[in-house]
T-cell receptor, first 115, second 114 residues
Framework: AQKITQTQPGMFVQEKEAVTLDCTYDTSDPSYGLFWYKQPSSGEMIFLIYQGSYDQQNATEGRYSLNFQKARKSANLVISASQLGDSAMYFCAMRYMEYGNKLVFGAGTILRVKS | EPEVTQTPSHQVTQMGQEVILRCVPISNHLYFYWYRQILGQKVEFLVSFYNNEISEKSEIFDDQFSVERPDGSNFTLKIRSTKLEDSAMYFC????????????FGNGTRLTVT
């Protein structure tokens, strides 16, 4: 069964420091996509970054980067130079290509940035 | 930037009543979805819709639920007879074709069943 695991229910980081949010997944499909979303306290879901299973390089998008380790089945989100506005819930999600177009979400990690 | 819009932002209903949650997906998107999130918890897939029919649904999406695209722009989720446990945030999302394309979510409708 396909599964996304985010083991950190909550994380703290000091402003301007980097933080890594963990995500592991379980699939036997060779083709899949990994997505990270941010959900601020206002509730909307904001797409941050995408990594494909066949992508040779780790994805980067501004201050966001993905530490993709395919053999370990992990896709950790790295946020550099944390800002107070980064305080939010972060969800890892997976699209299993063999099983339609939906995204399956992990349980999320709450990040709090301290000043 | 185009966005997914959902109405209403908050709906309060009594148990047993029918509710319709409305969504306007991004106009050139082909795939439409409903997800729900019980307060502070996981985002759960309900249903996906493509080419005017359901392409996939979860165990949550039982006979109480239905979806419809009544015209070229709206996408609705109907809950026939609401239960207390249907109280949640309901998100509509849409996406283009292609495995790399993200889902674009609306701001959600908070449904409270009393």
């Amino acid at each position: 069964a396909q599964k996304i695991t985010q083991t950190q229910p909550g994380m703290f980081v000091q402003e301007k420091e980097a933080v890594t949010l963990d995500c592991t997944y379980d699939t036997s499909d060779p083709s899949y996509g990994l997505f990270w979303y941010k959900q601020p306290s206002s509730g909307e879901m904001i797409f941050l970054i995408y990594q494909g299973s066949y992508d040779q390089q780790n994805a980067t998008e501004g201050r966001y980067s993905l530490n993709f380790q395919k053999a370990r089945k992990s896709a950790n989100l790295v946020i550099s130079a944390s800002q107070l506005g980064d305080s939010a819930m972060y969800f890892c999600a997976m699209r299993y290509m063999e099983y339609g177009n939906k995204l399956v979400f992990g349980a999320g990690t709450i990040l709090r940035v301290k000043s | 930037e185009p966005e997914v819009t959902q109405t209403p932002s908050h709906q309060v209903t009594q148990m047993g009543q029918e509710v319709i949650l409305r969504c306007v997906p991004i106009s050139n998107h082909l795939y439409f979805y409903w997800y729900r999130q019980i307060l502070g918890q996981k985002v759960e897939f309900l249903v996906s819709f493509y080419n005017n029919e359901i392409s996939e649904k979860s165990e949550i999406f039982d006979d109480q639920f239905s979806v419809e695209r009544p015209d070229g722009s709206n996408f609705t989720l109907k809950i026939r007879s609401t239960k207390l446990e249907d109280s949640a945030m309901y998100f509509c999302a849409s996406s283009e074709a292609g495995r790399k394309t993200p889902l674009h979510f609306g701001n959600g409708t908070r449904l409270t069943v009393t």
